[in-house]
């Protein structure tokens, strides 16, 4: 399921949406934009086992990270890129 939800803190009733169902979970936000990019800063994602919750812009950047959250769900530590 992908679903992009409307408002930029709308990520802080998913990730407690994922805490009370006892879900793990992975939250992916840009932090900071540089030129001309899909998303503002403060866009994010939400990644559990079976759902993708917001856009952080799409293209080959969301794709790989779909792939590092869903390594990191299985228990492969930590990932991050700049």
Do not use: F, N, Y
Request: glycine share 12%.
């Amino acid at each position: 399921m992908i679903s992009a939800l409307p408002g930029p803190a709308d990520w802080i009733d998913a990730a407690l949406d994922c805490v009370h169902r006892r879900q793990r979970g992975v939250l992916a936000m840009v932090a900071h934009e540089r030129g001309s990019t899909p998303r503002d800063t403060g866009s994010w994602m939400l990644l559990t086992k079976d759902s993708v919750l917001g856009t952080i812009g799409g293209g080959e950047l969301e794709r790989t990270l779909i792939e590092a959250a869903r390594a990191m769900l299985e228990g492969a530590g930590s990932w991050s890129r700049a």
